[in-house]
Each structure stands twice: as C-alpha cells, then as structure tokens.
T-cell receptor
Framework: GENVEQHPSTLSVQEGDSAVIKCTYS??????FPWYKQELGKRPQLIID?????GEKKDQRIAVTLNKTAKHFSLHITETQPEDSAVYFC??????????FGSGTKLNVKP | DGGITQSPKYLFRKEGQNVTLSCEQN?????MYWYRQDPGQGLRLIYY???????QKGDIAEGYSVSREKKESFPLTVTSAQKNPTAFYLC????????????FGPGTRLTVL
C-alpha cells in the first residue's frame, strides 16, 4: 500500500514567520492530497487539499504545492499566528476515498 | 461541529472485555471510516464502508469488527483479540465515493485498565 512520510515532527516558529511542512508518498497512483489541522483535544479538520492535476493551490495564508515527479507535496503557512499552533497531518489517496496519513507535525507558533 | 457524533467521549475497559464505540452522522454521507490515533503517529485506518451492508478492512483491522446496517450508523467493536486497544478512535464520513473531504467526529478515548 501507500506510504506517506512527513517532516518535521515538530516545528517552532516565531509569530509572523513562515512554516513549511513536507510530505513524500510512495505510490505514483496517488492523486488526491488533503491537509488536516488538529488542535489539542479536537477533531481533525481539512484546511486545504490538492489534486494531482494541479501544481499549487492557495487559500489566504495557506498554500500547498505538489511535485508529482518527485512524489512530494508541501504545506506553506505564511505570517503565522498563535492560533496556527496545532498538529498538521498530510494524507494521500489513490482509490476510492481511502486516505494514508503522515505521522503529523506539531507546529508551535511563539508570540 | 454538528453532523457526526461519537459516544462515549471516554471509555474504560477491563482486559478481556469487548466494547462498542458509537458513530452516528446526519450528513447523508454514503461512506464512513474508523481510524485509530496513537501518540506521535498519524491516523491509521481500521475499517471503512462505502455503502450500507458493505465494509472493508483497513490496514489494522485485526481485533476489531464493524457493522453498517443503517446509512447513519457505523459502530466499532473492539474485541478482546485486540492486544493493545488503548488509543484515541476517530470516526469519519464523506459524501461520495470520489476524492473528497472526510469529516471527523470528536473521537473516543479508550483506556484499558
């Protein structure tokens, strides 16, 4: 099956700085890549997703890039704020809606 | 945060006991999923169901069982065969079979005493 690796496992940034989280996947058949944010004690929520026919997608301060050739995709958060502090998960999907999740990145934004 | 609910929020189990976790959704979604979340790890798929009366094993199905008798409900039973059941369990649903967002419930934290 698919294998998704996510780095780094923890990330500390100063408020206002940018944060980048990277994921790699193993199966070139994967064609849908969502990112979820999970605040402490809460459920994961989708923040952005990208399909394999698109190289980049932006939504305000959040962007995702996809390199199909290299089989990696990244989450970019600009102008970070304390409320961005959470655990972020990437995922890849190739069939149906079966997701393979990365191990998560704990982002800490220091005020 | 409405739409998909899980109960109970916390559950304690003695070794050797089976327990059932509830998951209900009123979003009219066809597909439902169960994940297990352990500290420092991502979400791992236990079972999923694309339609009523049909379900498939995920990556870590051993020691778990499910049923899908109604579209709105997808209960998960953690059996005594699951050797390390202490974890956070998340249920999710999605509206269609294609690639789309999965909506998560609030989770159930299971602890084996």
């Amino acid at each position: 099956g698919e294998n998704v690796e996510q780095h780094p496992s923890t990330l500390s940034v100063q408020e206002g700085d940018s944060a980048v989280i990277k994921c790699t996947y193993s199966d070139s058949a994967s064609n849908y890549f969502p990112w979820y944010k999970q605040e402490l004690g809460k459920r994961p929520q989708l923040i952005i997703d990208i399909r394999s026919n698109v190289g980049e997608k932006k939504d305000q301060r959040i962007a995702v890039t996809l390199n199909k050739t290299a089989k990696h995709f990244s989450l970019h958060i600009t102008e970070t704020q304390p409320e961005d502090s959470a655990v972020y998960f990437c995922a890849a999907s190739m069939i149906f809606n079966k997701f393979y999740f990365g191990s998560g990145t704990k982002l800490n934004v220091k005020p | 945060d409405g739409g998909i609910t899980q109960s109970p929020k916390y559950l304690f189990r003695k070794e050797g006991q089976n327990v059932t976790l509830s998951c209900e959704q009123n979003l009219n979604h066809d597909a439902m999923y169960w994940y297990r979340q352990d500290p420092g790890q991502g979400l791992r798929l236990i079972y999923y169901s694309q339609i009523v009366n049909d379900f498939q094993k995920g990556d870590i199905a051993e020691g778990y069982s499910v049923s899908r008798e109604k579209k709105e409900s997808f209960p998960l039973t953690v059996t005594s065969a699951q050797k390390n059941p202490t974890a956070f369990y998340l249920c999710a649903s999605s509206p269609e079979r294609g690639f789309t967002e999965q909506f998560f419930g609030p989770g159930t934290r299971l602890t084996v005493l």
